[in-house]
């Protein structure tokens, strides 16, 4: 993997770290990856890193049935839960496939990169 490949991922991945909005699955993937690289483990922890991004990443279409479901209501409130749902239909409009929260948007930026990366 060339050095500006690597600083890019790198970069995304203290963002995904870094996100509120980040699951615990997908902090543990960034950090073991982090820790693999330039080992003979870093190929392994890429694949299992690519793996568990693709399961965490909202497509936008999940993200709008969740807000607008009582889960989600109970999860944000009913009003964030709107405001999420009238966001999310706004970015979907201008062609969005996922939400932009700032996991999301880290996650889609490494993916966007996962064929160079194999």
Known sequence: MDKKLLDYITDRTHD???APSCCNEAKTAAHAWLAAIGTNQQAA????YITELKADIM???MLIAFVES???AQVFGTDTAK???AHARQIQ???AKYCDCPACTAA???LSKANMLL
Do not use: M, Q, R, V
């Not at 922890?45 to 299992?48: M, V």
């Open 16 to 18: 995904l770290i870094n």
């Open 108 to 110: 889609a930026a490494i």
């Open 45 to 48: 922890e890429t694949k299992k």
């Open 70 to 72: 009582d889960k989600g």
């Open 93 to 95: 409009s201008a062609g």
């Open 59 to 61: 497509p936008i279409n």
């Open 83 to 85: 405001n999420i749902a």
